[in-house]
């Protein structure tokens, strides 16, 4: 079993629309979240991090984590074309550095 | 922002041959960098971590003698590809870790590499 699965999509919406991105991870140790977007041939930039239960904001992104499930989600409101990306879920362990990623998730934002 | 960058963006080379790709954290002092590699619609996957001044920690099955990595100063540290062959051309990107932060590692543009 993967530490972190994510289905690799590829997902389209219109644009405008709420995005959900998803993953879910096996290690109960994890304790920092990442999300992480790419633009193609490009490296990833982080967008959002977290380390507790809960929902984190940062205008139109939501970063939710559920630690009793294992499951994190990334929301996105009010979609834009210049979302269009791969992102990237990750986790590492509170004093290791080591950044473990999810496949990605292929993300289209239709005009 | 931090910002890491790496040189070349693209390279093409012949089989057998070695390319060094460079990566540089320009406003910050990193104590730590990762190695990663990206095959196509794939996620990223660690090959190595440098640290500053040490020999670097390779992932399993990542041969170390075919992937040297230098890490001299604070700034820079150097992945070199010796003996390249077709199967090692993929995307490698380096992040570097700023000294004082516990998690967030900053990603470089990526190299492309191709191996004719």
């Known amino acids: 079993q993967k530490e972190v699965e994510q289905d690799p999509g590829p997902l389209s919406v219109p644009e405008g629309a709420i995005v959900s991105l998803n993953c879910t991870y096996s290690n109960s140790a994890f304790q920092y979240f990442m999300w992480y977007r790419q633009y193609s041939r490009k490296g990833p930039e982080l967008l959002m991090y977290t380390y507790s239960s809960g929902n984190k904001e940062d205008g139109r992104f939501t970063a939710q984590v559920d630690k009793s499930s294992k499951y994190i989600s990334l929301f996105i409101r009010d979609s834009q074309p210049s979302d269009s990306a791969t992102y990237l879920c990750a986790r590492t362990n509170f004093g290791n550095e080591k950044l473990t990623f999810g496949t990605g998730t292929r993300l289209t934002i239709i005009p | 922002g931090a910002v890491v960058s790496q040189h070349p963006s693209r390279v093409i080379c012949k089989s057998g041959t070695s390319v060094k790709i460079e990566c540089r954290s320009l406003d910050f002092q990193a104590t730590t960098m990762f190695w990663y590699r990206q095959f196509p619609k794939q996620s990223l996957m660690l090959m190595a971590t440098s640290n500053e001044g040490s020999k670097a920690t390779y992932e399993q099955g990542v041969e170390k003698d075919k992937f040297l990595i230098n890490h001299a100063s604070l700034t820079l540290s150097t992945l070199t590809v010796t003996s390249a062959h077709p199967e090692d051309s993929s995307f490698y990107i380096c992040?570097?870790?700023?000294?004082?932060?516990?998690?967030?590692?900053?990603f470089g543009p990526g190299t492309r590499l191709t191996v004719t």
């Open positions: 992040s570097a870790k700023d000294r004082s932060s516990s998690y967030e590692q900053y």
